[in-house]
């Protein structure tokens, strides 16, 4: 074998033996396995989880910060939509007649004060007519009343006129022009015999002779009976005309009291939708016009033209939904968390309406349970100017209970569950976050109040927080 030969087989000796002490059976070092997956987040602090930046993108996560703010208790509960009770009117007339001509139809939009119906009753004729005899009866007492206490006024200041004892001319003169009555005869005749009876009465009294003495006597009886009759007849005309006064204005108010009466009547039969149509002929009398009270739609209509109807008798029905009610039922076991606080405002849900969320104005509480439901209905008024809600939805309503209190909240999505323990994971910097095991307090749709376990500014997970749950959990489970 030449040297070449021998130094070539040299070398693959050489070769072979070392491979063999490297991963052969026999007697050389076994090499070390490659690290396992997950060692280097096995060495992390327990409850600590680390993201790659792949991880980290791929989880998406959230952050907000632990504040304090004020909560309240609240709870979700059945709920149904109604029409909102003072916009929803059936037209009913409490007289009867016959509807001459109907002017809408169902689903018309109408507005306040827009005629309905023309329609024609009798007893709504016969009341027009009693206000009308009733408007001239006051008249007439207004005119009599008015004459008396003129009567009355001047008696009385011819009366006074009269304790002077001026000359009946005079006297005659001065009252000529003014409203006596029939007092006039009566006092201006006692007065002018009293007047005639004094001078005979002086007349005689001049007299010398026994003749005269006697004629004297008989003049002055008669100036004294002469000066009673004018006396009384002061007196009565004082008395007649101050009580025909009297009875003038106790007529005149009996007068105005069955004008008042007649014109009440009349409202009453007509109520609060119809009208007299405008007219004083005896044709029109009868005529009376139906019209909206409100801005709204015509939902239905009960009758049509030349239809019959009696008193009371619902015509058509009204309403304006541009708010709505809702009724929550409480139940009796939350009655005194809801009685101890201030509600003014829930919020509305439908099923029907998956992205609706509105707020409605606390309007009242019922007074009493529900014997169905064993719950007090508690009434909100809804805004509905789309007109999307629709009376008879089913609806959740979040009612809150209690009274607001400040503490230290998160979002709701930061808060994770496992075995009964509550958690939220606190991030210490991007792709690093830690378990916090916290102790809840009032939980609502939005937040959970934390009585333990957190500091207000520290940053919780509050999207991707099961993400992070799921990491924590695979950790836990690699030997």
């Avoid at 033996?17 to 050389?28: A, R, T, V």
């Avoid at 003049?219 to 004018?230: C, I, L, N, T």
Wanted: aromatic letters at 6%; charged letters at 25%.
């Amino acid at each position: 074998m030449t040297a070449i030969a021998t130094l070539l087989l040299l070398v693959a000796s050489v070769a072979y033996f070392s491979q063999s002490g490297q991963g052969g059976s026999g007697g050389g070092a076994v090499p070390e396995p490659p690290p396992e997956r997950g060692a280097e987040k096995n060495s992390a602090p327990e409850g600590v989880v680390r993201l790659t930046p792949a991880k980290l993108k791929a989880a998406a996560l959230h952050v907000s910060r632990v504040e304090r703010r004020e909560v309240q208790e609240s709870r979700r509960v059945p709920g149904k939509i109604e029409y909102n009770k003072s916009r929803r009117l059936e037209i009913k007339v409490p007289a009867a007649g016959v509807v001459t001509r109907v002017l809408v139809l169902p689903g018309q939009t109408v507005k306040r004060g827009d005629q309905l119906a023309l329609a024609s009753s009798v007893d709504v004729g016969t009341a027009r007519d009693e206000v009308v005899r009733a408007e001239a009866d006051l008249r007439i007492a207004e005119r009599e009343a008015d004459w008396l206490a003129q009567i009355a006024h001047n008696t009385k200041a011819l009366l006074k006129a009269l304790e002077d004892a001026p000359d009946i001319k005079q006297i005659e003169e001065q009252f000529k022009d003014e409203v006596l009555g029939d007092q006039r005869e009566k006092i201006i005749s006692a007065y002018s015999k009293l007047r005639l009876a004094t001078r005979a009465s002086l007349a005689a009294a001049s007299a010398k002779d026994a003749l005269a003495e006697r004629y004297v006597q008989e003049r002055a009886s008669a100036r004294e009976v002469a000066d009673a009759s004018f006396r009384t007849a002061c007196d009565k005309a004082s008395f007649d005309a101050q009580q025909q006064l009297a009875r003038s204005q106790a007529n005149l108010a009996h007068a105005q009291r069955q004008l008042a009466v007649s014109r009440q009547k009349l409202k009453l039969l007509l109520g609060p939708f119809a009208e007299i149509a405008p007219g004083e002929q005896d044709e029109s009398l009868c005529e009376l016009i139906i019209r909206s009270p409100l801005d709204g739609k015509v939902e239905d209509r009960f009758v049509s033209d030349g239809a019959q109807f009696v008193a009371s008798q619902p015509l058509f029905a009204l309403a304006n939904t541009d708010t709505l009610w809702v009724s929550a039922q409480i139940y009796e076991r939350e009655w005194s968390a809801l009685a101890g606080g201030d509600v003014k405002e829930l919020k509305v849900e439908s099923p029907a309406l998956p992205d609706l969320e509105a707020t409605a104005k606390v309007q009242f509480f019922s007074v009493g349970l529900s014997n169905e439901t064993r719950a007090v209905p508690l009434v909100a008024e809804l805004p509905n100017a789309d007109n999307r809600l629709k009376p008879g939805m089913f609806a959740w309503v979040t009612v809150p209970l209690g009274r607001r209190h400040e503490a230290l909240v998160v979002p709701a999505g930061a808060i994770m569950r496992h075995e009964e323990e509550a958690f939220a994971f606190v991030e210490l910097s991007p792709g690093v976050y830690r378990k916090a095991v916290i102790t809840p307090g009032l939980i609502t749709t939005e937040f959970v109040e934390v009585l333990s376990g957190l500091k207000a500014g520290e940053k919780v997970v509050d999207q991707g927080a099961f993400f992070l749950k799921s990491e924590l959990l695979l950790e836990g489970e690699e030997p």
